[in-house]
């Protein structure tokens, strides 16, 4: 384990002020709802790009992904690869029109209030079991980030780990509760550049020749660790396994704090632009996690050890290889990526309570300054719950964000992508698909064996594009006014700016 020392702890204390600082300038800058929740649509392609990808990778593509590699070897590519063409795919066919369409739609803030101004929704219903969903998910999904921040203070500085998960909170709300949108898209640049560089500097600096050479090393190991289509133990990989492992990528289009940053690029000529940025990030990134793994296998194996935790690889070749100085900086990368994501969770998390509960259903007249305050309490308030759940030391952080992706995946890909395509589909189709996607995912992930062992995405985004489809048609489709305002989004492509 690595030994708490002043170099370690000083980087540390130095980055953290420096993100503290990003958050304060931010916090002057924000003046009303719009500004705290979407950065007044002002983010240009780099930031708009680096905070999605940031956000979206958080602590799981330091820890869990490189865990994952490090016992399945080549068969993480399966993963890593539906997340690549999942990243693709969401800029291509949601960026551009969910960005015009939350505009057109009278300036929606929130996933939640659009499709609920989108399908015309005068009852509150749609809007409010869609934020329900959204806080339940990002419980688990902020959990999963402040037990990576636990795992590494603990190891970092020898914390009890209760401790360490108390005080990797504490870092990461205290900047998203003052700067909000901007200082959460800010500091995400800052620290998902450092991520990219730590994953592929890490690796690079381990190796001891070539890619072949860590291959051969590697298959006297374990051949199997070198196979595609094969498991560790040689057993050929079935299609549920391949399946469950790609169908990550589905998860994208539901992603409320990804699709937060393509509502507040500041306009759609800069989308093609951040699409190259966001995916050449994350094949950088993600290559990168897959070696680290890797040549911590190698490494671990040739050291005569043994690993505990898996998802500790990275912090165990940083503390062997480098300076303490040097490991500081990309330990910090660690918490860069915890941070980037749990921020921009609370935040989203904050939004549903403050715009979609508390405006929508209380005080529909309150003003805005009233919403940022809301807000800012639903991120304390929030961030204590996701604390009592990361308590369990046992947690994993690849298993916590499994399940929430896959909840929003299936509760709001299938009635985001119909809503920008569709123009038949109506309220009705948009309830049934939000509730049978979210219910799907929670039923099946307590069931086990044959099909069941297929990640819950995939029935869940089956079931509910076919649920939005039915109930869409058996309920005789848009209304004319519904279908008039879907054709005037769609000119607006062309024109808006």
Same mark, same amino acid.
């Given at each position: 384990?690595?030994?708490?020392?002043?170099?370690?702890?000083?980087?540390?204390?130095?980055?953290?002020?420096?993100?503290?600082?990003?958050?304060?300038?931010?916090?002057?800058?924000?003046?009303?709802?719009?500004?705290?929740?979407?950065?007044?649509?002002?983010?240009?392609?780099?930031?708009?790009?680096?905070?999605?990808?940031?956000?979206?990778?958080?602590?799981?593509?330091?820890?869990?992904?490189?865990?994952?590699?490090?016992?399945?070897?080549?068969?993480?590519?399966?993963?890593?690869?539906?997340?690549?063409?999942?990243?693709?795919?969401?800029?291509?066919?949601?960026?551009?029109?969910?960005?015009?369409?939350?505009?057109?739609?009278?300036?929606?803030?929130?996933?939640?209030?659009?499709?609920?101004?989108?399908?015309?929704?005068?009852?509150?219903?749609?809007?409010?079991?869609?934020?329900?969903?959204?806080?339940?998910?990002?419980?688990?999904?902020?959990?999963?980030?402040?037990?990576?921040?636990?795992?590494?203070?603990?190891?970092?500085?020898?914390?009890?780990?209760?401790?360490?998960?108390?005080?990797?909170?504490?870092?990461?709300?205290?900047?998203?509760?003052?700067?909000?949108?901007?200082?959460?898209?800010?500091?995400?640049?800052?620290?998902?550049?450092?991520?990219?560089?730590?994953?592929?500097?890490?690796?690079?600096?381990?190796?001891?020749?070539?890619?072949?050479?860590?291959?051969?090393?590697?298959?006297?190991?374990?051949?199997?660790?070198?196979?595609?289509?094969?498991?560790?133990?040689?057993?050929?990989?079935?299609?549920?396994?391949?399946?469950?492992?790609?169908?990550?990528?589905?998860?994208?289009?539901?992603?409320?704090?990804?699709?937060?940053?393509?509502?507040?690029?500041?306009?759609?000529?800069?989308?093609?632009?951040?699409?190259?940025?966001?995916?050449?990030?994350?094949?950088?990134?993600?290559?990168?996690? $897959?070696?680290? +793994?890797? #040549?911590?296998?190698?490494?671990?194996? @040739?050291?005569?050890?043994? %690993?505990? /935790?898996?998802?500790? &690889?990275?912090?165990?070749?940083?503390?062997?290889?480098?300076?303490?100085?040097?490991?500081?900086?990309?330990?910090?990368?660690?918490?860069?990526?915890?941070?980037?994501?749990?921020?921009?969770?609370?935040?989203?998390?904050?939004?549903?309570?403050?715009?979609?509960?508390?405006?929508?259903?209380?005080?529909?007249?309150?003003?805005?300054?009233?919403?940022?305050?809301?807000?800012?309490?639903?991120?304390?308030?929030?961030?204590?719950?996701?604390?009592?759940?990361?308590?369990?030391?046992?947690?994993?952080?690849?298993?916590?964000?499994?399940?929430?992706?896959?909840?929003?995946?299936?509760?709001?890909?299938?009635?985001?992508?119909?809503?920008?395509?569709?123009?038949?589909?109506?309220?009705?189709?948009?309830?049934?698909? $939000?509730?049978? +996607?979210? #219910?799907?995912?929670?039923?099946?992930? @307590?069931?086990?064996?044959? %099909?069941? /062992?297929?990640?819950? &995405?995939?029935?869940?985004?089956?079931?509910?594009?076919?649920?939005?489809?039915?109930?869409?048609?058996?309920?005789?489709?848009?209304?004319?006014?519904?279908?008039?305002?879907?054709?005037?989004?769609?000119?607006?492509?062309?024109?808006?700016?």
């Amino acid at each position: 384990m690595i030994e708490s020392n002043y170099a370690i702890t000083g980087t540390f204390i130095v980055y953290l002020l420096g993100m503290l600082a990003i958050g304060y300038y931010a916090y002057k800058r924000t003046a009303s709802s719009a500004d705290y929740f979407l950065g007044g649509r002002s983010l240009g392609p780099w930031p708009a790009a680096i905070s999605a990808g940031a956000s979206d990778m958080s602590g799981w593509l330091l820890l869990g992904l490189p865990g994952y590699a490090y016992v399945a070897g080549i068969e993480s590519l399966w993963l890593a690869g539906g997340l690549l063409l999942g990243t693709w795919a969401n800029w291509q066919f949601c960026a551009k029109r969910l960005r015009t369409y939350t505009i057109e739609t009278d300036n929606a803030l929130t996933i939640p209030e659009y499709l609920s101004r989108r399908f015309e929704d005068n009852s509150k219903l749609l809007q409010t079991i869609a934020a329900f969903f959204i806080l339940l998910f990002f419980l688990f999904y902020t959990s999963s980030g402040l037990v990576a921040g636990g795992k590494l203070f603990e190891t970092v500085f020898g914390l009890d780990y209760q401790i360490a998960v108390v005080a990797g909170t504490v870092c990461i709300v205290s900047y998203t509760l003052f700067g909000g949108f901007l200082a959460v898209s800010w500091t995400d640049l800052v620290q998902g550049l450092l991520m990219a560089a730590a994953l592929m500097f890490v690796p690079i600096a381990a190796m001891e020749g070539g890619f072949g050479q860590l291959g051969q090393d590697l298959s006297a190991i374990n051949p199997e660790l070198l196979t595609l289509w094969n498991d560790i133990n040689g057993e050929p990989l079935s299609l549920v396994a391949i399946a469950s492992l790609a169908a990550w990528g589905l998860g994208y289009f539901g992603q409320p704090h990804i699709l937060a940053r393509f509502k507040a690029t500041r306009s759609n000529k800069d989308i093609g632009t951040a699409r190259r940025i966001a995916v050449s990030w994350s094949l950088l990134s993600m290559a990168g996690a $897959v070696m680290v +793994g890797m #040549v911590g296998l190698l490494y671990v194996q @040739q050291q005569g050890d043994a %690993l505990a /935790d898996s998802e500790t &690889i990275f912090m165990v070749l940083v503390n062997a290889l480098f300076h303490p100085v040097i490991a500081g900086i990309l330990l910090a990368a660690i918490l860069a990526a915890i941070m980037s994501t749990a921020d921009s969770q609370l935040l989203v998390s904050s939004s549903a309570l403050a715009e979609d509960f508390y405006r929508r259903v209380f005080r529909p007249d309150a003003s805005s300054q009233s919403i940022v305050n809301v807000g800012r309490f639903a991120v304390i308030a929030l961030s204590v719950i996701a604390l009592i759940l990361a308590f369990n030391p046992d947690s994993t952080v690849l298993g916590l964000v499994s399940y929430a992706w896959a909840g929003f995946g299936a509760a709001f890909g299938p009635a985001l992508l119909f809503s920008l395509y569709w123009r038949n589909m109506n309220r009705n189709g948009a309830l049934a698909g $939000v509730l049978t +996607g979210g #219910v799907t995912v929670v039923v099946w992930k @307590q069931l086990s064996g044959g %099909l069941f /062992d297929l990640y819950e &995405i995939v029935p869940g985004f089956v079931f509910a594009s076919l649920a939005i489809v039915l109930v869409s048609t058996l309920t005789g489709g848009a209304s004319t006014s519904v279908g008039a305002t879907f054709d005037r989004y769609r000119k607006s492509l062309d024109t808006l700016d």
